[in-house]
């Protein structure tokens, strides 16, 4: 079974708690992890804005990344939030299995 990582900003410490909550009570992601003191520097609209962020981090099997980014996006408060899905190419093993075990409905 694929894993991959779905890296996610958020725009506080309590909205990256509960899209993380919400997608690991469905099983859609297996963990999360949340990391406070980002700074973001972006355009948007037509003008640079720097502002602080929470990155959060979840773990999934590739076949639900859809599935979850469409759950963030729905959970979100940003119109055009940042959801990427980076694969997993390795890693403990039995890690691994515990991801897709953890994400089997």
Do not use: F
Not at 2 to 8: A, G, K, T
Not at 39 to 48: K, L, P, Q
């Amino acid at each position: 079974m694929e894993s991959c990582l779905c890296y996610v900003t958020c725009g506080s410490r309590e909205e990256a708690v509960a899209i993380a909550r919400e997608v690991v009570e469905r099983r859609l992601a297996a963990c999360a992890n949340i990391i406070d003191g980002l700074t973001s520097i972006y355009r948007w609209e037509g003008s640079v804005h720097e502002d602080p962020e929470v990155l959060l981090l979840l773990k999934t099997r590739r076949d639900l990344a859809e599935a979850l980014t469409e759950a963030i996006v729905a959970l979100h408060s940003y119109d055009c939030p940042c959801v990427t899905v980076l694969p997993i190419t390795g890693g403990n093993r039995d890690y691994l299995a515990w991801i897709a075990s953890e994400t089997d409905g």
